[in-house]
């Protein structure tokens, strides 16, 4: 018994603060998704969800990551030169200009706000944390500094990276009167 437990608290040592099984949720997904959707629509970007960043020459203990080797934010945008590759690649050496982390109903705030720092430390130019159950979004250009866009904005605006997204359509319902399949 005590073997089966060592081996489970050394398995947990490896695992992200918070791991994926917390990820999951409706207002998650469908935030993470409409986000991607309006930012693929800016030619100048690649946007990548779930991409594995490498951080294995750091050390992110002092942020409360736990991971050794890689860190996945919800979404991240690169420049549009990176495109398709004939030999993928599993974790990226090179940084984002943007990462998003969304909060998920079992996820703490001070837990992804840590993360956006170590995004932060890593070279990311800018960081969005998006936190559905207000339907707000904040927008970060460097640690402790960030603008708050709620559902009375008419746009997010990133003026580090030269983005607008209508907030509403990141946090819209849909009309009773759609037809269901």
Same mark, same amino acid.
């Given at each position: 018994?005590?073997r089966n437990q060592k081996m489970?608290?050394? *398995? $947990?040592?490896?695992?992200? $603060?918070?791991?994926? #099984? ?30 594995? *960043? @490498? !951080? ?12 050794? @080797?890689?860190?996945?934010? @919800?979404?991240?945008? /690169? ?14 050496? $090179? ?5 998003? %982390? ?6 703490? *705030? ?6 956006? /720092? ?10 969005? *944390?998006?936190?559905? #159950? !207000?339907?707000?979004?904040? !927008? /970060?250009? &460097? ?7 709620t559902m009375t904005d008419s $746009?997010?605006?990133? %003026? &580090? ?21």
């Amino acid at each position: 018994m005590k073997r089966n437990q060592k081996m489970n608290e050394l *398995l $947990e040592e490896d695992i992200l $603060e918070e791991d994926d #099984s917390k990820m999951g949720s409706i207002n998650h997904s469908l935030t993470q998704v409409r986000i991607a959707s309006l930012l693929n629509n800016d030619e100048r970007f690649t946007v990548m969800t779930e991409l594995s *960043l @490498d !951080i294995s020459q750091q050390d992110f203990s002092r942020y409360g990551i736990k991971a050794k @080797d890689e860190i996945k934010p @919800d979404i991240c945008l /690169y420049p549009n030169t990176i495109d398709w590759q004939d030999i993928d690649i599993l974790k990226m050496k $090179e940084m984002p200009l943007l990462a998003i %982390e969304i909060l998920s109903p079992m996820q703490s *705030l001070e837990t992804l706000k840590n993360k956006l /720092y170590a995004y932060f430390a890593l070279g990311v130019k800018s960081c969005w *944390l998006a936190i559905p #159950s !207000i339907e707000a979004i904040d !927008i /970060y250009s &460097q640690p402790k500094q960030h603008k708050t866009f709620t559902m009375t904005d008419s $746009e997010v605006i990133d %003026e &580090q990276l030269e983005i607008q997204l209508p907030i509403q359509k990141v946090f819209k319902r849909r009309s009773n009167e759609v037809q269901t399949v």
